[in-house]
């Protein structure tokens, strides 16, 4: 017997992902891949082409969908979604309602929080931070021990890095 659930554009056929403790985890699409020892909360959903591997997490409301890549022990979480063909991998956490989507990346130990948004080809890397309402958009990079807060936005081919923080009503370009 065929299980389909409804991912918000009708029903596909899907399952629920049995994590690596044997409980019951969220809903995954047929045609997603999530490998034995990832994890998905119960309420999570990776649905479309989207791929959960190693030993990452995707807990509470969070949603990875269309080509994203969450792997490594990487951690989407909250409310965050993670789609496109974004990549969210190594140590790097998305959570609140963050959103993560077109080509861009975040890695290393980065977090991004809140209601902040990375798009684009943009790269969050090193243990930089993205929190508030920050939009790190384009090709934009933000890395090392930098902070992108409040409502500031990094655009264009702008570059962030070391210790660096905007934050504000900041804008870079």
């Not at 299980?3 to 690596?20: E, K, L, Q």
């Not at 994890?39 to 591997?53: D, H, L, P, Q, S």
């Not at 809140?114 to 090193?126: I, N, P």
Request: aromatic content about 8%; charged content about 15%.
């Amino acid at each position: 017997m065929s299980t389909t659930y409804d991912f918000g554009s009708g029903p596909v056929p899907a399952h629920r992902h049995t994590n690596p403790d044997g409980k019951l985890g969220g809903w995954v699409a047929d045609t997603a891949t999530v490998g034995p020892t990832a994890r998905i909360g119960k309420n999570a959903w990776v649905y479309g082409n989207a791929e959960v591997c190693g030993n990452a997490r995707v807990l509470g409301d969070a949603e990875v969908s269309g080509h994203a890549v969450v792997s490594g022990s990487a951690m989407v979480s909250g409310g965050a979604m993670v789609y496109g063909d974004a990549k969210v991998f190594d140590n790097a956490w998305v959570s609140g309602d963050a959103w993560v989507f077109g080509n861009a990346q975040v890695f290393d130990n980065a977090k991004v929080s809140g209601d902040a948004v990375v798009s684009g080809d943009a790269k969050v890397s090193g243990n930089a931070k993205v929190s508030g309402n920050a939009k790190v958009f384009g090709g934009a990079k933000v890395s090392g021990n930098a902070q992108v807060s409040d409502n500031a936005e990094v655009f264009g081919h702008a570059k962030v890095f070391g210790n660096e923080w905007v934050s504000g009503e900041s804008v870079l370009v």
